[in-house]
């Protein structure tokens, strides 16, 4: 009893202890957003209640934020789907929006981003059906190309590669890839998590995962990837088998934390999709994965547990597309980019740990359909290596370590 008892205290000391080392953020929750009708948009920054227009965009913006020398920077990207060409990029200064920070043509289809020393390494989900690349530019010097690793491993068995994204923990890359046939719909194979050396661009070794995964976040509290897999091709007729699972960086251990059976009982023919952690707290979305026929829409919600246990709580419940969604965890918040039916009920929503809605701008307002989100955190510092890294007076909150105690009681007793 006594022992129990201290591990609890030593659990609350370490969660003090945590506390005091944060940044506290003095600026409101913020986010890069962008919309678009599939021709045109608006590139804006949302700040506490306020939107503020700073660009236009074409027909299927993406915005990611990485940092380059502790300063956060945006890379708004146009992305080339078919054919050789490479996409229309952008990178922002927060702080001057006026100025971009460079214009050029490269990558194919960046889907993901993140820096190490001076080189930005981007996720290019493009395959000409033969390669698909995780590519390495140098930041000081526009972004030049400097080298690239094919992750397709020209095996048509298990069909082609599509590198999806990545993120940088313990000085090591890890890159998610996703393996699909040409066909429509296509068929799914057992997807990967391939961990990099930045500086030789070699691999190190991979974690086999579920088909089709949809998004990963990174936990520093618990030292695990979360991957959503949504399981298999999306409006089946068949149910695929939905699940998040866990990866260890050392080890390339794999565990399953979630499937099906821990969303609500009326909800299991949902698939997991966007997913992101923030403090001890896990949001996924949820995409209704029944024989769905364009263009009906969609339903789609979202859900939120803690790290310690996976049973999902609907948070939100939305007609039609969520097709972006981000954490915050330097804030401890969660933007979901509702894209909603097309009939003008798109929605950009904030949710909060404790998973209520924060704040919502409804497509009116944002001036456009949402199309896709990336939170700015604003609060300094390096990279975080990874989407579980930062901390903030927001993200801690009294609701926040009254989460992560167990946890920290758990850690202490291994």
Not at 25 to 52: H, K, M, N, P, Q
Request: aromatic share 10%; hydrophobic share 40%; with cysteine.
């Amino acid at each position: 009893m006594r022992k129990g008892f201290g591990r609890v205290l030593w659990g609350a000391a370490a969660g003090i202890v945590l506390l005091a080392g944060c940044a506290f953020a003095v600026e409101a929750d913020s986010a890069v957003y962008a919309t678009s009708d599939f021709t045109t948009g608006r590139l804006g920054v949302a700040a506490g209640d306020a939107l503020t227009q700073v660009g236009t965009v074409a027909g299927d913006p993406g915005v990611l934020v990485f940092r380059k020398n502790g300063v956060e920077k945006v890379l708004y990207r146009e992305p080339v789907n078919y054919g050789a060409g490479e996409d229309t990029v952008t990178v922002f200064d927060p702080a001057n929006w006026s100025a971009p920070e460079a214009n050029l043509r490269m990558g194919h289809n960046i889907c993901g981003a993140v820096a190490s020393g001076q080189h930005l390494f981007c996720a290019n989900y493009y395959n000409d059906g033969t390669s698909s690349f995780l590519t390495k530019h140098d930041m000081n010097d526009q972004y030049k190309l400097v080298a690239s690793l094919d992750l397709d491993d020209k095996n048509a068995a298990n069909g082609s590669e599509y590198v999806k994204d990545v993120a940088l923990v313990d000085g090591a890359l890890f890159v998610l890839v996703e393996r699909r046939d040409g066909a429509w719909p296509p068929a799914f194979f057992p997807s990967s998590l391939v961990k990099v050396d930045p500086s030789a661009l070699t691999v190190q070794g991979s974690a086999e995962l579920n088909p089709n995964p949809s998004t990963m976040a990174y936990s520093s509290i618990t030292g695990k990837f979360y991957v959503a897999c949504v399981g298999g091709t999306r409006n089946a007729a068949t149910l695929p088998a939905t699940s998040i699972q866990t990866v260890v960086p050392s080890t390339l251990a794999v565990g399953t934390f979630a499937t099906a059976e821990n969303l609500p009982a009326s909800d299991r023919q949902y698939a997991f999709d966007q997913i992101g952690v923030a403090g001890g707290v896990l949001f996924v979305t949820g995409y209704f994965n029944g024989p769905v026929t364009w263009p009906a829409p969609n339903p789609c919600k979202v859900y939120s547990c803690t790290l310690l246990a996976p049973a999902m709580t609907e948070r939100g419940s939305f007609t039609g597309w969520i097709n972006d969604a981000a954490a915050d965890p330097e804030q401890g918040r969660f933007w979901v980019s509702h894209r909603g039916t097309g009939q003008a009920d798109g929605a950009l929503v904030l949710y909060g740990l404790s998973g209520s809605e924060v704040r919502r701008f409804d497509e009116a307002k944002l001036g456009g359909v949402p199309y896709a989100v990336a939170p700015l955190t604003r609060t300094g510092g390096g990279g975080s290596g990874g989407s579980g890294g930062g901390c903030s007076a927001a993200a801690f909150s009294p609701f926040a370590l009254f989460l992560l105690l167990p946890l920290l009681a758990l850690r202490w007793r291994r």
